[in-house]
């Protein structure tokens, strides 16, 4: 089903470390708003989705969210390879270093670890759509904080690429929900449930 391509979505070369911005940026790795979410997000959701179009949609951007896990993922790397112990104790980086070292691990930038609670997966088309299109604007605010506080072109290239993605698929999820929306039939809950309304 996945046909995966040896190299990122975007260049990330970042030669000076700095593990202050790492731990900001781990964030979009396993963070509430991250791409290891939204990934898992939009696989799960695809199941209930009524139109294949839309369906095949939330597949495209799941995989897509899937590259972009492993752009943050080679940017917190790449800010952390090369640390001396001086330099991890005085960013505040120990915590992280005692239990993961240098390894990449999905949390968020607080510390808290990645959680599946952290999206939702509802089975009705409309809801998860909606669910969609505010994950993808919480990642994009969630980058423009990043931006907020990263002054290196290196690493602010890369997160300006993924906040811009962001964009586009909240984007095409306003597409699909209207595709959704034109689509309903007497098997959907909205139509044929007026004591609802």
Same mark, same amino acid.
């Given at each position: &089903?996945?046909?995966?391509?040896?190299?990122?979505?975007?260049?990330?070369?970042?030669?000076?470390?700095?593990?202050e911005i790492?731990?900001?940026?781990?964030?979009?790795?396993?963070?509430?708003?991250?791409?290891?979410?939204?990934? &898992?997000?939009?696989?799960?959701? *695809?199941?209930?989705?009524?139109?294949?179009?839309?369906?095949a949609l939330?597949?495209?951007?799941?995989?897509?969210?899937?590259?972009?896990?492993?752009?943050? #993922?080679?940017?917190?790397?790449?800010?952390? *390879?090369?640390?001396?112990?001086?330099?991890?104790?005085?960013?505040?980086?120990?915590?992280?270093?005692?239990?993961?070292?240098?390894?990449?691990?999905?949390?968020?930038?607080?510390?808290?670890? $990645?959680?599946?609670?952290?999206?939702?997966? +509802? #089975?009705?088309?409309?809801?998860?759509? $909606?669910?969609? &299109?505010?994950?993808?604007?919480?990642?994009?605010?969630?980058?423009?904080?990043?931006?907020?506080?990263? +002054?290196?072109?290196?690493?602010?290239?890369?997160? +300006?690429?993924?906040?811009?993605?962001?964009?586009?698929?909240?984007?095409?999820? #306003?597409?699909?929900?209207?595709?959704?929306?034109?689509?309903?039939?007497?098997?959907?809950?909205?139509?044929?449930?007026?004591? $609802?309304?």
């Amino acid at each position: &089903m996945f046909v995966y391509e040896k190299r990122l979505q975007f260049p990330v070369r970042i030669t000076e470390s700095n593990p202050e911005i790492a731990q900001v940026i781990i964030s979009q790795y396993g963070g509430p708003d991250g791409e290891a979410g939204a990934s &898992m997000r939009y696989l799960s959701q *695809r199941y209930a989705m009524t139109n294949p179009k839309v369906a095949a949609l939330l597949t495209d951007i799941a995989v897509e969210e899937l590259s972009h896990f492993e752009m943050v #993922g080679a940017i917190v790397y790449q800010l952390t *390879r090369d640390l001396s112990i001086d330099e991890i104790e005085r960013s505040g980086f120990d915590k992280y270093y005692v239990d993961h070292t240098t390894g990449i691990w999905p949390q968020a930038a607080g510390g808290v670890p $990645f959680n599946a609670n952290q999206f939702q997966s +509802k #089975g009705d088309p409309i809801t998860d759509l $909606f669910e969609d &299109m505010a994950a993808e604007q919480k990642a994009r605010t969630t980058y423009d904080n990043i931006l907020r506080l990263v +002054k290196d072109p290196e690493v602010a290239d890369p997160i +300006k690429f993924l906040r811009a993605r962001e964009i586009v698929h909240f984007q095409r999820f #306003g597409e699909a929900l209207r595709i959704v929306q034109e689509d309903l039939d007497f098997k959907n809950f909205y139509a044929f449930n007026p004591a $609802f309304d």
